[in-house]
């Protein structure tokens, strides 16, 4: 892997992106600065019409990526629709009673023990303290602590590829868990921001995901580098296997030693379905590589969001992008606003 970089950065153009697919990936990002004559670019009255009509269509495609967001939730905002029919007679003297069953609810949407206990207890304290006098009030602080969770805790969802090129974005998480399909999707939308691509398959948990990553090099028009098939090495076993988080540290010194101060970003995917679950598995990759950042992956209207909030909570990692769809564009940055009016009906 170091001998393939080295000898392909010299000759990378002026914006690349590059990334390894096992437990990892990597993107290099190049920035350029590029003068122009602002008087070539004019607008008559017949451009206006187009960039009206683009416009509206970029407010549609938002509009769509939400829909997509709330669908992707729905199994949670299924379960959390029972806190309008809990709250609806509350009254004080209901109070222990209400919190205590809003807990289970919490814990049945996979909010987790930690973060559900400190949220009902805050709720208690607001509504002994006569903070909160109803229970549409005691719905909208739930939200807002929720949101003010995510957003304190992890406010920078922003990529941060700095300013040297190339930059490096390495993609890691566990196997199924949609590494490939996120680094092609997150590779389509920054070739669409104006970067070139480049590709690099790392070590896997299985031989096929290199083939997979050059199908969506294919389909994202994007360059690729793999390794020899002779003297390709594809790991087996799980992400808990010690000596193959050791692997995956060493593909991160590789890169740290091509690139100066690479990688970048380590983003760290996570399968949507898969609840609770999350929080060990970042605890785990966090530990040995150091995670800048999540992507929340198979929002298919089984995804189990409550866990989202406990990983954030816990580790202070921010999540970066949501994979809304099977589309080559259905990877969205993270909007905590959306995600917590997603999740509640």
Not at 292 to 301: E, V, Y
Request: with cysteine; charged share 25%.
């Amino acid at each position: 892997m170091a001998s393939t970089l080295s000898s392909r950065l010299p000759r990378l153009p002026s914006k690349t992106v590059f990334p390894h697919s096992n437990s990892g990936s990597t993107l290099l990002h190049f920035t350029s600065k590029t003068r122009f004559d602002q008087s070539r670019f004019r607008c008559s009255a017949g451009q206006t019409g187009f960039f009206t009509k683009l416009g509206r269509l970029l407010k549609e495609k938002a509009k769509s990526d939400v829909e997509k967001l709330f669908s992707g939730f729905s199994k949670t905002r299924d379960n959390l629709a029972v806190i309008d029919e809990l709250l609806l007679y509350w009254n004080l003297s209901d109070t222990d009673r209400v919190l205590d069953e809003l807990e289970e609810v919490l814990l049945v949407a996979d909010f987790g023990p930690k973060i559900t206990i400190k949220i009902v207890e805050s709720l208690r304290e607001d509504i002994y303290a006569g903070k909160i006098k109803s229970g549409s009030e005691i719905k909208s602080v739930l939200k807002k602590s929720i949101l003010d969770l995510l957003t304190s805790k992890a406010p920078k969802t922003e990529l941060s590829l700095g300013f040297r090129k190339p930059a490096v974005i390495m993609i890691v998480g566990v196997n199924g868990g949609g590494k490939t399909t996120s680094l092609g999707k997150l590779a389509n939308r920054l070739k669409r921001e104006g970067a070139k691509i480049l590709l690099a398959a790392g070590d896997t948990f299985r031989a096929a995901a290199s083939d997979q990553l050059e199908i969506w090099a294919e389909r994202t028009g994007c360059e690729i580098v793999v390794a020899e098939k002779e003297k390709a090495k594809a790991s087996s076993g799980l992400h808990t296997n010690y000596s193959l988080m050791e692997e995956l540290v060493a593909c991160k010194k590789v890169v740290s030693k091509i690139v100066n101060g690479a990688p970048n970003e380590i983003l760290l995917v996570l399968d949507g379905t898969t609840g609770l679950n999350m929080l060990p598995q970042a605890r785990e990759f966090n530990e040995v590589v150091g995670i800048t950042g999540l992507i929340l992956t198979k929002l298919d209207g089984s995804a189990r969001g409550g866990c989202v909030v406990s990983v954030v909570d816990e580790l202070g990692i921010p999540v970066k992008f949501v994979g809304v769809g099977e589309g080559v564009d259905d990877l969205q940055p993270f909007n905590a606003e959306e995600f917590v009016d997603a999740i509640f009906p």
